[in-house]
């Protein structure tokens, strides 16, 4: 059965810096293209960063930009997003998703989904 474990949330104070992982089992890793996704109470899920099955393209969104790096190592079947210079706005529950296809911004796209990792950034 497909599985996809986030961790490396956590709480941190505003302009620090975190690194999630997502760990993966079942087809492949290298079949598929990955994304980052996350969700505040009462929001829709939002779109973060996605990166291909090789690790040669890469996207992210304008609110992330020049502060998250996303990346994956295919050999160790996991995926990353290094985070830094968080603001209170980071806060949420990040989710990691995948996809045979191509990368992608719409997560309805995305046939997997980890349960999950909280992320609270204070002030």
């Known amino acids: 059965q497909a599985q996809l474990v986030e961790s490396g949330g956590g709480l941190v104070q505003a302009g620090g810096s975190l690194r999630l992982s997502c760990a993966t089992s079942?087809?492949?890793?290298?079949?598929?293209?990955m994304g980052w996704f996350r969700q505040t109470p009462g929001k829709e899920r939002e779109f973060v960063a996605a990166?291909?099955?090789?690790?040669?393209?890469?996207d992210s969104a304008d609110s992330v930009k020049g502060r998250c790096t996303i990346s994956r190592d295919n050999a160790k079947n996991t995926m990353y997003l290094q985070m830094n210079s968080l603001r209170p706005e980071d806060t949420a529950v990040y989710y990691c998703?995948?996809?045979?296809?191509?990368?992608?911004?719409?997560?309805?796209?995305?046939?997997?989904w980890g349960q999950g990792t909280q992320v609270t950034v204070s002030s």
């Open positions: 990166i291909n099955w090789s690790g040669g393209r890469t």
């Open positions: 998703a995948r996809r045979v296809g191509g990368m992608s911004r719409a997560p309805d796209v995305y046939r997997d």
């Open positions: 079942g087809r492949t890793f290298s079949a598929y293209d």
